[in-house]
């Protein structure tokens, strides 16, 4: 592999085939990882991660990131504030922004699919002061909502056994213990472990879209009839309290569904961590963004539609629930309203299933960020050590340790503090938005400024842009400033306005502190990186297709197996 000075040096001089479908470059017959002076860190022995993510793996950990408690239970609290309409509208707009984000994401990571994930896109494409700031923000949102999670799911059991007979802390080490050995095992284990976990899932969320469908036209035990009743009594859209008149009441209502929204997608960029361990990352990545789209269009437009037809914003089941188990998922409400029994159990031991593949998979995103971090430079170099199995270690232990936060919940009047830790991660994850959408504005210039063409030399190209991106790139700043704007009416709560907004100012003081120290200058899009890591992308993937077609020779003279099932049948749905 060439130096970063000679790529550098020959930026103008490299020369890319012009076919249509290719986009590897002359030298990429050169590469040779065993001879460079220059190897970045995640590419030395010892330090580095291994590739065995195959494109299942990637599909469902992009929907499985995807679909979550923010969805299952977070409606609710989207439909009690502001109505079902509105619940529908604002999650289809940010439905929408995902999808742009993931596709600039999916455009800059099937060129190059960095090992050290968002911050290494920015620190090569924008101004490495942003990807120290964006890789901290990222590293605190899932140090903070690993342990969040764990305490979810003790809260979870509590819907069957009361904290009076076990203690939350006995649910919380079990869950610890098992998401620390899934994650320590390798990229491999959890993989398949998060696929299947994953698989259950969809086939949760799927059945109960069907099932609303079934309700809403009366074919619950009820027999009762719901259709659209509830968009004209009480009405689609809810006025906000202590707001007249009711048409104001009904605009602010609305604007701040938007911070359940953001919640209830957060999570979806987190397959963007996992490309650097992807076996031929370019495939697994276009099938995944590709697929982002209709999944964000079933799982969360659908479920909000139907859910708005059967769950009215007055119900008194609504109101009154409170919490994380299966009594406060309007879900569930529909399912009681319509006198279907024993089904609430059932749904609470998929919200269990949901908090525990949330927990590992919200653990490995935070090892592979400190990861990141530190095979780039920007944290101490222990954190990139890997052992036999890929996986870095130093990392895991870091991530575990904040998990023991925890335990806090042993003391009730700790419950309160995780209360605000997830108004903490909200901003976060919305700033991590906001990088990946300038990242690729940034990103966009350079590939322009240096010869290539988006259309003809990329595997994978975002559709709509630049459109797209600066759309999604306003909502994410309206979003982040309003955010927490409910916070001034009905009387000033400090301390939700404080963990609303912390994290602007935590991530402009990474940024500008670094410039500062590191006194880093903003690439110019003629001097940014196209090159480290190419080849050695271009090579996996030439060998990825060679063997793929030796396989697929190999079908066709020989018996349809289990695989070919599986592509046949179901690889469309997960």
Same mark, same amino acid.
């Given at each position: ?25 002359? &030298? ?18 010892? &330090? ?8 299942? &793996? ?29 619940? +529908? ?70 819907? !069957? ?61 009820? &027999? @009762? ?172 232990? +870091? ?28 901003? +976060? ?28 030399? +990329? ?69 940014? @990186? ?41 690889? !469309?749905?997960?």
């Amino acid at each position: 592999m060439e130096s970063n000075s000679n790529n550098a040096s020959n930026q103008g001089s490299v020369e890319k085939i012009p076919a249509k479908d290719s986009i590897l470059p002359v &030298h990429t017959q050169e590469y040779d990882l065993a001879v460079s002076r220059s190897t970045p860190m995640a590419m030395t022995e010892g &330090h580095r991660l291994k590739k065995d993510l195959q494109s299942r &793996h990637i599909t469902m950990i992009a929907i499985g990131g995807a679909v979550g408690t923010g969805l299952l239970i977070g409606t609710a609290s989207s439909i009690s504030t502001a109505g079902g309409g509105a619940t +529908f509208v604002a999650y289809s707009i940010v439905g929408i922004v995902v999808f742009f984000v993931m596709a600039a994401l999916g455009e800059m990571a099937s060129f190059i699919p960095l090992p050290d994930g968002f911050p290494g896109y920015s620190s090569r494409y924008v101004d490495p002061a942003m990807g120290f700031a964006v890789g901290y923000s990222y590293l605190c949102k899932y140090l903070i909502v690993t342990p969040n999670q764990l305490v979810a799911g003790s809260l979870v059991m509590q819907y !069957w056994v009361s904290p009076e007979k076990v203690n939350p802390g006995v649910w919380i080490a079990i869950l610890l213990v098992v998401v620390l050995l899934v994650n320590y095992f390798g990229v491999k284990f959890f993989g398949e472990f998060e696929f299947w976990l994953s698989s259950i899932k969809v086939v949760t969320i799927l059945g109960l879209i069907i099932l609303l469908f079934i309700i809403m036209l009366g074919g619950g035990p009820s &027999h @009762d009839r719901l259709g659209f009743r509830y968009w004209t009594d009480p009405g689609a859209f809810k006025p906000y309290k202590h707001i007249e008149p009711p048409s104001k009441g009904k605009f602010v209502a609305f604007w701040a569904v938007f911070v359940y929204a953001v919640f209830a997608y957060l999570g979806t960029e987190l397959v963007g961590v996992t490309f650097g361990e992807a076996r031929n990352p370019r495939h697994s990545i276009k099938k995944a963004i590709k697929l982002t789209f209709y999944r964000i269009l079933v799982f969360y437009c659908a479920s909000c539609f139907l859910l708005a037809c059967c769950v009215a914003y007055n119900d008194p089941l609504l109101l009154s629930a409170k919490g994380t188990s299966a009594a406060a998922s309007p879900f569930v409400i529909a399912i009681k309203n319509a006198k279907i029994s024993v089904l609430p159990h059932v749904v609470n031991a998929c919200i269990l299933i949901f908090i525990f593949s949330a927990s590992n998979s919200d653990l490995y995103i935070a090892t592979r960020t400190l990861y990141g971090l530190s095979a780039n430079g920007k944290a101490p170099k222990i954190f990139s050590r890997t052992n036999k199995n890929g996986v870095p270690v130093y990392s895991l232990a +870091f991530a575990g340790l904040f998990c023991c936060l925890a335990f806090m919940t042993c003391s009730s009047s700790s419950k309160t503090v995780f209360n605000y830790f997830v108004n903490v991660v909200s901003i +976060f994850g919305l700033l991590t938005w906001i990088s990946i959408l300038v990242t690729y504005i940034f990103f966009t210039r350079a590939v322009k400024a240096q010869g290539y063409v988006r259309t003809r030399d +990329f595997v994978y190209y975002a559709p709509l842009q630049p459109y797209g991106t600066y759309f999604s790139l306003f909502m994410c700043c309206m979003i982040a400033i309003i955010k927490n704007f409910t916070v001034f009416i009905g009387g000033f709560d400090y301390k939700s306005f404080v963990t609303g907004y912390i994290g602007i100012p935590v991530y402009f003081i990474c940024f500008i502190g670094y410039k500062i120290i590191k006194k880093s200058k903003f690439i110019k899009p003629e001097e940014a @990186d196209l090159f480290t890591y190419k080849d050695v992308i271009d090579a996996e993937e030439k060998e990825c297709l060679r063997e793929e077609e030796e396989m697929a020779k190999l079908k066709i003279n020989g018996k349809k197996d289990w695989q070919w099932f599986y592509d046949k049948f179901i690889g !469309w749905l997960f």
